[in-house]
């Protein structure tokens, strides 16, 4: 089943036999599996022990698959690679070692999808569905590539497309539940939920342990504002209803993703949080729920705690300006500069219009102790500068917590200062001048009468 | 295929019971069996569409078990209210109503029927988008909503087993109208904290304090607390909002700032009350930073008065002053300066010792607010306000000073220039999707 997880790649990998027909696992021996992969990108971590970072093809019909072709030894090494790559969020590491795998093996299908997988994060959108579609020519009947292609097609605004090319595979394929439940999917993209809960509930039938349509399920309700009955649906995956009606996949991380978010828009906060953990110590490859728990950690002042999920969050989605941006102000926060003008400067060529990119960054050039290539003088400059463009990209609300005029004035304070500053060490430069005459020493102070503040008792309380 | 059995089996056990139930006797003595049979094997069916997602007929399995006469009163009761529960999450008035009637009618304790209808007035609280524009479709849901909230804390505010739900109803009404137009909702924020302190009373005891505290309800009334408090401050207290202006000899300024610094006392502890009254974390600590803002407030306006405004002298003294200065005797000049002297001496002497005693406070609840926010995980507009004042305050007061007042703190470890690098930047986040890219395929199959 696509959505039955699979727990630890690595060891199963090694111990999985030719399951239903797939394709017999390479040959392993100790690091074999990092062998053919390049080192590790920047700042990689590994992911939590139990964590799933692939999943089952085995068919969601519960019948053996078709007959189908076997990986060659050398694709399979480069696979392994590819899968060891994605594992650390190297995604062009993983292309290169999965491209290696399908030129070494045409018919390496399980190559195809999981190439089009990481191409797919790599918003290489039309690479993405021809090996996803190529998958599927070897092998007609492979569920990942169906449900990928189909979702990935509804996505661009094709899912008249996507519904056509399911309906076409549904002939051929009558038992699979992974096809009904993509056409549940994309009639859900589509905003037809009546026809996205009618394939999702047939799913089901055909399958009643497939977890897609289950989440289908309860994403179609989140999509149609049913909040409640989403809640239902992954309480029922989740938690389950009482020993009767036991938890249905209770380590769905999508679940716990959808539940983080419906919980974050009512306000939960602590449960939202929680739920975002969850989900990413089973997917560590959640970027939305890494962005949206860093930005709750940044939020409550918490930059450390925020950074590390933010850079897995541009690992594997490294277009994202969302993760680049919230990242740029964590490492600015951590007074890591260069780092965080490098995150910033990239979101400014990214979206010029984003109004935050020029907030954060002038609050980089005027707070930062030094920033690299800029003299103080220049680095207020900036300031004035960025946060002049946010004012003009994000006017000022009535009621709003504006503070970039205060800034401004700060940073022209500075400017004064600095310019101050280097007038006189200019001015120290010429001859000297004559001594200035001694200054008349202070009259002394009288003993001030006591503060008449209305002091409270500071109550160190909580 | 072990749940499409079940569901199966189910309806086949309903059908044949049902058929036959109903003809037999009771004098059979199967009667009792076969009816406990029935119960089974509708809750059966229930549960399997519980299973399948099915909640439009879960539903109704549940509405048809709670109208069956056979069944135990208690049982159907129950199943009326499982009934209803689904009915309003799915938005069917007409079967709420029904499933309501239902409920009441199989003896529902008052309590229970406060909760049901409260589960009714939320179906129309559930279409509105807090987080949308107040435009279309969403601003009827709005007034949809807001009309059921005030209709249920109506009916219900003098009823004791709807204290709890009244709280909320309450707090809802107030927040309806605080999106559009927070003046309106004044009225609201009183009934929201009225309702609590009910509930307050009325809540069982949970290690001999009221099992209120620290709850939902009591973060709502907090929150109802905190605004009313935030905007009588914004409109009498605030230095943004033109007041501290302070005038007149350095004597009639610090006669000034002394009664503020007093009224300021009165905002504290009022603001104190939030903190103690309802155990509400992010309450507390916005209103902690707020209790900062009142002596930033206070000290902004000491920090910036300046002549014109601030005058030395009275303008008999002044005139005085003047003439000795004009004057050709050299001594009144000199004791006219020396005058001058000591008096400008003397009010900045005061005038900085009630600077520091204000900044003491100020930084003090700023810090206090930073390092709970993190502490509790807790976000809040007055806590981002409390870094970037205290960002501020660091350059106006220096470092000698902020290291003295924030040293401290707890758990803050200041450190110099710790509040000008915490300074928040605009956060931003994804609109939600929940539909994360596939994983690749493991090869090998299934475990």
């Known amino acids: 089943m696509i959505a039955r997880v699979v727990v630890s790649l690595a060891v199963l990998a090694l111990a999985s036999g030719c399951g239903g027909g797939a394709a017999t696992p390479p040959a392993q021996t100790p690091g074999a599996a990092t062998a053919g992969a390049p080192p590790p990108a920047a700042g990689a971590e590994a992911p939590p022990p139990g964590a799933v970072t692939a999943i089952s093809d085995t068919p969601t019909s519960g019948e053996a698959a078709s007959p189908r072709p076997a990986m060659n030894a050398q694709a399979a090494q480069a696979y392994s690679a590819g899968l060891e790559a994605f594992k650390l969020g190297d995604l062009a590491g993983a292309k290169t070692q999965l491209s290696r795998a399908t030129s070494a093996d045409p018919k390496a299908y399980q190559a195809f999808y999981s190439l089009g997988v990481v191409e797919e994060r790599l918003n290489e959108v039309g690479n993405a569905q021809s090996s996803y579609r190529q998958a599927t020519v070897i092998v007609p009947d492979y569920e990942p590539a169906i449900f990928a292609y189909a979702v990935l097609m509804a996505r661009q605004g094709k899912g008249h497309d996507a519904m056509e090319f399911l309906n076409a595979r549904r002939a051929s394929m009558p038992k699979s539940a992974a096809v009904v439940a993509a056409m549940g ?17 047939e799913a089901l039938k055909k399958n009643p342990d497939y977890a897609p349509a289950m989440i289908a399920l309860a994403r179609d309700h989140y ?28 380590n769905n991380a999508e679940a716990r993703l959808l539940r983080g978010l419906i919980l974050k828009e009512q306000g939960n906060r602590p449960a939202a949080i929680e739920e975002f953990e969850k989900a990413l110590a089973i997917r560590p490859d959640l970027v939305e729920a890494r962005v949206h728990l860093a930005a709750y950690l940044l939020e409550s002042g918490n930059a450390t705690g925020a950074t590390p999920l933010l850079e897995g969050a541009v ?17 600015r926060l951590l007074g890591k500069v260069e780092q965080a003008k490098r995150e910033l400067e990239w979101v400014q060529k990214a979206d010029p219009q984003l109004a935050q990119v020029h907030y954060n960054l002038g609050l980089l050039y005027l ?42 004035t700060r940073a022209k304070a500075k400017k004064g200062i600095l310019d101050a500053a280097a007038a006189e060490a200019a001015e120290a430069k010429q001859p000297a001048a004559a001594p200035a005459a001694t200054p008349a020493p202070a009259t002394p102070a009288k003993p001030a ?14 | 295929m072990r749940v499409t059995r079940f569901l199966f089996l189910s309806c086949l056990v309903l059908s044949t019971i049902a058929g036959t139930a109903a003809a037999q006797s009771k004098s059979e003595g199967k009667y009792e069996t076969r009816v406990k049979y029935l119960k089974n094997a509708y809750d059966a069916l229930a549960g399997s569409y519980v299973l399948f997602f099915n909640y439009p007929r ?80 969403n601003a009827t849901a709005r007034r949809a909503a807001q009309r059921a909230m005030d209709d249920y804390y109506t009916a219900n505010k003098a009823r004791d087993p709807a204290a709890q739900y009244a709280v909320q109803a309450a707090y809802w009404s107030a927040v309806t109208r605080h999106v559009v137009q927070p003046r309106e909702a004044v ?44 905007q009588e ?7 943004e909002t033109g007041h501290h202006r302070f005038k007149g000899t350095s004597v009639e300024v610090v006669n000034q700032y002394t009664a503020q610094a007093a009224i300021a006392k009165g905002w504290y502890d009022k603001l104190q009350h939030v903190n103690d009254a309802y155990l509400s974390p992010e309450w507390t600590i916005a209103a902690m930073s707020r209790q900062g803002s009142l002596y930033d407030s206070l000290r902004t306006g000491l920090y910036n008065v300046r002549p014109p405004a601030l005058k030395m002298f009275d303008a008999k003294t002044e005139a005085l002053l003047k003439r000795a200065e004009n004057s050709d005797d050299a001594d009144l000049q000199a004791k006219a300066d020396e005058a001058r002297v000591r008096v400008q001496e003397a009010w900045r002497n005061k005038r900085d010792q009630e600077l520091d005693s204000a900044d003491r406070i100020m930084i003090d609840r700023y810090a206090t607010s930073v390092v709970l926010a993190k502490r509790y995980n807790v976000s809040n507009p007055a806590v981002v306000r409390a870094i970037r004042r205290l960002a501020f305050a660091t350059e106006v007061i220096g470092e000698a000073k902020m290291k003295q007042f924030a040293g401290g703190v707890k758990e803050l470890n200041y450190t110099e220039g710790m509040f000008q690098r915490m300074r928040p930047g605009q956060v931003s986040t994804p609109a939600p999707q929940g539909m994360p890219e596939p994983l690749p395929v493991l090869v090998g199959g299934a475990p």
Do not use: C
């Not at chain 2, 009225?194 to 709850?215: I, Q, T, V, Y």
């Open chain 1, 185 to 201: 999917e994309v009639k859900s993209i589509q905003g037809d939920s009546g026809a996205a809960q009618t394939y999702a509930q």
């Open chain 1, 223 to 250: 999509r149609a504002r049913r909040l409640d009955l989403s809640l239902y649906t992954l309480k029922a995956i989740l938690d389950g209803y009482g020993p009767e009606n036991p938890p249905r996949d209770k």
């Open chain 1, 315 to 331: 690992r594997y989605d490294s277009d994202n300006v969302l993760a680049h941006l919230n990242l740029g102000d964590a490492y």
């Open chain 1, 367 to 408: 707070f930062s102790e030094k920033v690299p290539g800029t003299t103080p003088q220049q680095a207020t400059d900036f300031a004035i500068g960025e946060f002049e463009q946010y004012k003009k990209l994000r006017p000022r609300q009535a009621g709003s917590n504006d503070d970039t005029d205060e800034l401004i």
């Open chain 1, 449 to 462: 009468a006591p503060a008449t503040t209305g002091t409270p008792a500071i109550r160190k309380d909580l």
């Open chain 2, 58 to 137: 879960a539903a109704e399995t549940f509405d048809k078990i709670s109208a069956t006469a056979r069944f135990k009163q208690d049982e159907r009761r129950e199943a009326s209210r499982q009934a209803l529960t689904l009915y309003s999450s799915l938005g069917d008035r007409t079967a709420m109503a029904r499933a309501r009637q239902n409920f009441v009618a199989l003896g529902a304790s008052p309590k229970e029927v406060a909760e049901a209808d409260f589960i009714i007035a939320t179906a129309e609280l559930k279409r509105w988008d807090r987080y949308s524009p107040d435009t279309g479709a």
């Open chain 2, 187 to 230: 009225k609201y924020w009183q009934i929201t904290i009225e309702a609590f302190e009910k509930w307050k009373r009325l809540a069982p005891l949970k290690d001999g304090k009221s099992s209120a505290l620290s709850s939902l309800e009591a973060k709502y009334a907090a929150e109802g607390e905190f605004t009313l408090l935030t």
């Open chain 2, 233 to 239: 401050i914004e409109d009498k207290f605030d230095y």
